[in-house]
């Protein structure tokens, strides 16, 4: 009954019969709604067994469960469910939710999730954090449940258009942003905020009007839903995904300290001066870690490994030195200066590195013409800034160019 009064362009989750389910929209458009929903009622039907994945969950018991126990009340099925940590299960029927992880503090775990019995849907919720497509192909390929519909839904809010997910379901299809329909065995759903008013405060549209006055391009992007163009205000534009095997280099770390706020982020960089190539691989980020909990972490990941901090935190930076962290400030100069050096590198991002794609898909030159850049999206840029200018300025640092 509750189907009535959704979205009508929503009405395709039911009604598809398509393999591949892409849902994007903007910010107040209704998808995390719609997509609960229609998962909640799915597991109605008897013999469905739904893996719900983010690229990272840490705590779905605090995060996403409490969104289905809210559809789960508006639908009258309080007394037909169990929940724990990690499962919804229908007890009428057995069918159920899983929720996971694609990575965890153990590492990833898409080797597990492949091997799960009985999934015919899978669904990849925040799935432009997914940047490595081997990991997607690996899960897809699983999913193959014999006389049942086996789907594949992907939620997302949309970045760049360089990002796998637009060239794959997109571009290679001939498909434009903000089409709804079918198009072979891919289903497309995309909604606004204009399609979900009844059901946002005024609070709420007052503020997307004022982000639509003064920031379009914003406006556009987030509000709206719309594909970024990597020329459009991106810093770093020579950079793709690939793996971590910087041969015959010797690597360190780049790190900035986040403090309460921001993340602490711990980057381990290789430079081949040769090829002009700088390697990058993500170890940490995370905010609100005390210097102890900061140099177990650092030591676990890296080891002994010389670090290169931000010389602004001398404090901080003896802490993790009498902790036992190998790690030296650098003279950074200016950001544009470093920025400039990095530039003249192409960037491998190893598949592993989420948050660095991340911030090189959004780290944008504050206004267009200027040298001048955002102070967001740079907090494991930052680091790695501070690595490249240490080592650019000292070449006999270290075995760390292939000369």
């Known amino acids: 009954m509750l189907k009535l009064i959704l979205n009508k362009k929503y009405n395709p989750l039911f009604d598809s019969k398509a393999r591949y389910f892409i849902i994007t929209g903007g910010r107040g458009s209704g998808k995390s709604f719609a997509a609960t929903v229609f998962l909640t009622l799915l ?31 508006l639908l009258g099925f309080d007394e037909v469910f169990s929940i724990n940590k990690s499962e919804v299960l229908n007890t009428s029927n057995q069918s159920d939710i899983l929720f996971r992880g694609i990575r ?3 590492g990833n775990q898409t080797a597990s999730l492949k091997s799960l019995q009985g999934i015919s849907t899978w669904v ?18 699983s999913i193959r449940e014999k006389n049942i519909q086996n789907r594949i839904i992907l939620i997302l ?11 794959r379901f997109f571009e290679d299809k001939g498909v434009e942003g903000g089409f709804n329909g079918v198009k072979g065995n891919v289903c497309y759903i995309h909604s ?29 992007h987030k509000i709206l839903g719309g594909w970024l163009a990597k020329a459009e205000g991106v810093v770093f534009e020579s950079w793709s995904i690939g793996e971590f095997n910087p041969d015959n280099l010797q690597t ?23 090829h002009k190539k700088i390697y990058l691989k993500e170890h940490l980020y995370r905010n609100g870690l005390k210097s102890q909990e900061l140099a177990k972490i650092i030591l676990d990941k890296v080891d002994n490994k010389l670090i290169i901090a ?38 491998i991002v190893s598949p592993e590195s989420t948050n660095i794609a991340k911030e090189l898909n959004n780290y944008v030159y504050a206004d267009k013409g ?21 080592h650019l300025d000292n070449p006999n640092a270290g075995r760390y160019f292939v000369q």
């Open 43 to 73: 597991t109605m039907t008897k013999g469905i067994r739904i893996l719900f994945t983010r690229y990272t969950m840490t705590s779905a018991h605090l995060s996403i469960i409490p969104e289905f126990l809210e559809k789960i009340g």
């Open 104 to 106: 965890t503090s153990a």
């Open 124 to 141: 990849l919720d925040e799935a432009e954090e997914l940047v490595d497509e081997n990991i997607f192909d690996t899960i897809d390929l």
């Open 157 to 167: 809010n949309p970045v760049t258009k360089e990002h796998w997910i637009y060239k």
């Open 192 to 220: 606004t905020y204009l399609d979900n008013e009844v059901n946002l405060s005024m609070s709420f549209l007052q503020r997307i009007k004022s982000i639509k006055h003064n920031n379009f391009k914003k406006y556009q």
């Open 252 to 274: 360190s770390c780049g790190m900035d300290f986040g403090f309460s706020i921001d993340p602490d982020s711990l980057t381990e960089v290789a430079i081949d001066k040769k």
């Open 310 to 347: 931000d010389s602004a935190e001398p404090r901080l930076i003896a802490d993790l030195k009498h902790l036992g962290v190998n790690i030296k400030a650098v003279k950074k100069g200016t950001i544009e200066s470093g920025i400039t050096r990095m530039q003249d590198y192409q960037l």
């Open 370 to 390: 200027s040298k001048l850049y955002q102070d967001s999206f740079n907090h494991a840029i930052d680091g790695i800034r501070y690595n490249v200018i240490y």
